[in-house]
């Protein structure tokens, strides 16, 4: 019996070279809005090439930060931090309605999607600039607080799982910084995602596992190993 393929999403729109050919093979877009990266050129581009394959399409907000990619933690007054996600997200908004297009979901990226897993008065600050966007699904870490806040606030929540990272806790990555945080074998990563999406069991590095209830699995189109570890998935899973 076949293997029901899951549900995977991608960070994209982050200038990768080769990353539209990636696009058949995902269900989901996360696209950079100028945060972290890009412009509403960029922007353009993403979801001009993404649209014909009907692809759900989302805003990937970030803290304002190109030099570090949004992967630094920024010290941001509340209303700064508000400013810079609306503004990021009009800005993708913008983009999509000039293309007619629709979309469906929203994902924090880097620094802040950590941060705001375990930063309280941080996600409640998040989801408040978020107040016109509630029939958006938001892309989280399961058991995370603002996952929690999220659903007190009646967001849709979908519990988000990496299948190129490894964790330390269930709303906790491995630090990139560390050595085991990124895994680049794609078998490893394709044992990794049959582990939580078939089993709904995530293992920890320490060598736990905990059960999960997992709904979208993310990869990065900025690590190397993408196009090999895609491979790996269609092979177990079909296109």
Not at 51 to 69: C, M, R, T, V
Not at 93 to 106: C, K, N, P, Q, Y
Not at 131 to 153: D, G, V
Request: proline share 5%; net charge negative; hydrophobic share 40%.
């Amino acid at each position: 019996m076949s293997l029901k393929k899951p549900h995977i999403n991608m960070d994209a729109g982050e200038g990768i070279t080769g990353e539209y050919e990636l696009y058949p093979f995902v269900n989901a877009l996360n696209v950079a809005c100028g945060g972290h990266y890009g412009d509403e050129r960029t922007i353009f581009e993403t979801l001009n090439h993404a649209i014909p394959y009907e692809i759900e399409l989302g805003a990937h907000p970030s803290y304002p930060d190109k030099e570090n990619f949004g992967r630094v933690s920024l010290e941001l007054s509340s209303e700064e931090l508000t400013a810079s996600i609306i503004d990021q997200i009009e800005c993708f908004v913008r983009v999509a309605e000039g293309l007619g297009a629709t979309w469906s979901h929203i994902k924090p990226h880097g620094a802040l999607y950590n941060d705001l897993s375990k930063n309280a008065s941080l996600a409640e600050v998040f989801l408040s600039a978020l107040a016109s966007y509630k029939e958006k699904t938001l892309y989280l870490q399961e058991s995370s607080i603002i996952a929690l806040k999220a659903k007190e606030r009646g967001f849709k929540v979908a519990h988000e799982y990496f299948i190129d990272r490894n964790y330390l806790a269930i709303d906790r990555l491995v630090p990139r910084s560390e050595e085991n945080a990124v895994i680049s074998d794609p078998k490893q990563a394709l044992d990794h995602l049959h582990a939580m999406a078939d089993k709904k069991s995530l293992k920890l590095l320490a060598g736990a596992e905990i059960p999960i209830e997992p709904h979208t699995f993310c990869i990065h189109s900025d690590h190397q190993a993408t196009p090999q570890i895609i491979a790996e998935i269609i092979k177990a899973y079909g296109s």
